[in-house]
């Protein structure tokens, strides 16, 4: 599997350097494909001297082409990907750049999915300086996270499946000409998600949870340049795009497309409102005010973003729009539905283990692991809170198993922020947890519910080797601990003596 970096430029030399030094210093080497919309700065004069330089070094990686004329973003990208001889295509803006490690990482994603036809990774958005602001969120557990193909559109719809910005995109270079490549009515607005809805109906998707690319947020970036107004019609088409692919699954549990519409007036009178163009407010924010189910909508899309706890596996066995306690719908397969008891015992947890981070002084992170399961109980009939929430001794083990599995997520989403490739693979985690209460339930003489936590976690060497590890480092410090306290008995004896 070969990879192409396909970068479009114009008039941004600047920033254009950048972007293909980070391309050519790849860990795992690649082509790249450098797309000029007939810049009228230097741009030809430094890329061709740059390509003669590498020849001469024996490297032919770097491809030039100069549009004869203006043609636009869309254009430009769907020229490189037609020039470009992997099967792989990372398309790339030229005031945006890559981690060395970018195309290694996908690469090695991609490899355990044949599958797949896009692949995506977080990004930090950076200042023209380089300096941080802000990092897109995780997309599912572990480091690499597989949705199926039917259950994609879903998650566009709901936002739960944030493929991003070409900086953070890979696409399979067959399924993007099939597709008919970027569309240029939708020229740098909405042109690269318009192609991620098309591609995604010939495979599954891949999120690579790590921070391989580099967006920068400036003045200067083509889709500032829109009016607010364009980029919400733009972004209702899309929807509706999106609405369109949504699996037959999940069709009665979406919400009403004039929903989805008032949500994004919602959205967008925020963004006006932010960005002080208080002009536009009011003609975006329209009747959308008075619609509830859009206020729930914009409230789950916020939570989504600020909370690493709606990063879960079960994502799409839940439906979305249903408050805690309410009854599933008929319609509803089984394996759409999810048991109020782990709700229970998961909000339960997730309390102790906020409250405990409270008392250590921890504020920030006391507050993002108890928010959900806060909002929840608020949001839940109160007999609920009495009845099953405060009560976790009474709900099975492996109902306490899975909740504590998926709290992990919580904690495992803020130890990766702080410590971040040093901690184990989130799965190897869960699996380890699962060992640990498998071996409860099997010291409570419970056999058959030994057997229904430990699987499939037995089989994981790597969980054995943690809890080997766990096991073998409380030793430890349980003998420090016991040469601690002899200390400070001797001590204490011979000053009593004294």
């Given amino acids: 599997m070969q990879f192409s970096i396909v970068i479009t430029t114009y008039n941004r030399l600047a920033l254009l350097k950048r972007a293909i030094e980070t391309s050519l210093a790849q860990s795992y080497p690649c082509e790249v494909v450098v797309i000029d919309d007939c810049s009228s700065d230097e741009t030809q004069t430094y890329v061709q001297e740059l390509q003669q330089q590498l020849i001469a ?65 977080q990004a930090e958005q950076v200042d023209p300086d380089g300096h941080p602001l802000h990092r897109t969120p995780r997309a599912g557990p572990g480091r690499a996270f597989v949705i199926p193909q039917e259950d994609i559109h879903y998650g566009m719809l709901l936002e739960i499946v944030p493929f991003g910005t070409p900086v953070q995109v890979a696409f399979k270079r067959s399924a993007f000409l099939e597709m008919g490549g970027w569309d240029s009515q939708f020229d740098g607005n909405c042109d690269d998600i318009d192609s991620w809805i098309k591609i995604s109906q010939l495979g599954d998707a891949i999120f690579v949870n790590k921070c391989l690319a580099y967006r920068t947020i400036w003045d200067g970036a083509l889709n500032h340049k829109l009016s607010l107004r364009k980029r919400l019609e733009t972004n209702i088409l899309m929807k509706q795009k999106i609405y369109d692919c949504v699996a037959p699954q999940y069709q009665e549990n979406i919400p009403k497309f004039n929903h989805v519409i008032a949500y994004l007036r919602l959205h967008w009178a925020a963004v006006a409102f932010k960005q002080k163009k208080f002009n536009e407010v009011l003609p975006i924010l329209s009747f959308s005010i008075f619609c509830l189910p859009a206020w729930e909508l914009l409230l789950r899309a916020i939570l989504f973003r600020q909370s690493p706890w709606l990063s879960r596996p079960t994502w799409f066995r839940e439906h979305p729009f249903r408050l805690p306690g309410e009854n599933s719908s008929p319609h509803l397969k089984p394996s759409l539905t999810r048991p109020i008891k782990l709700e229970a015992s998961r909000h339960s947890l997730q309390l102790q283990q906020s409250w405990l981070q409270f008392k250590k002084g921890k504020w920030k992170t006391g507050f993002i692991l108890g928010q959900h399961a806060i909002l929840n109980i608020f949001k839940s009939p109160i007999s609920h809170h009495f009845s099953s929430r405060w009560n976790i001794r009474k709900i099975p083990l492996h109902q306490q198993a899975n909740a504590n599995s998926v709290l992990l997520e919580d904690i495992y989403d803020i130890l990766q922020k702080k410590y971040q490739s040093d901690i184990p693979d989130l ?68 000053h009593s003596d004294s």
């Avoid at 973003?73 to 398309?91: E, F, Y």
């Avoid at 499939?456 to 040469?483: D, F, G, M």
Wanted: proline share 2%; glycine share 4%; with cysteine.
């Fill in 57 to 121: 070094d024996g490297d032919t990686r770097l491809i030039y082409h100069r549009n004869a004329s203006n043609s636009g973003h869309s254009a430009s990208m769907n020229s490189g990907v037609k020039l470009a001889s992997g099967d792989w295509i990372k398309p790339l803006d030229d005031d945006d750049y890559l981690d060395s490690n970018c195309i290694r990482q996908m690469r090695r994603a991609i490899q355990q999915n044949s599958k797949a036809v896009i692949c995506s990774c």
């Fill in 427 to 494: 799965k190897v985690l869960q699996h380890y947890l699962h060992l640990r209460w498998s071996w409860a339930a099997l010291r409570q003489g419970k056999l058959c519910t030994t057997v229904r936590i430990a699987f499939p976690a037995v089989l994981n060497r790597r969980a054995w080797q943690t809890w080997l590890k766990i096991v073998r480092l409380q030793h430890q410090q349980e003998r420090q601990n016991s040469v601690r306290r002899k200390l400070i008995d001797s001590l204490h004896d011979s």
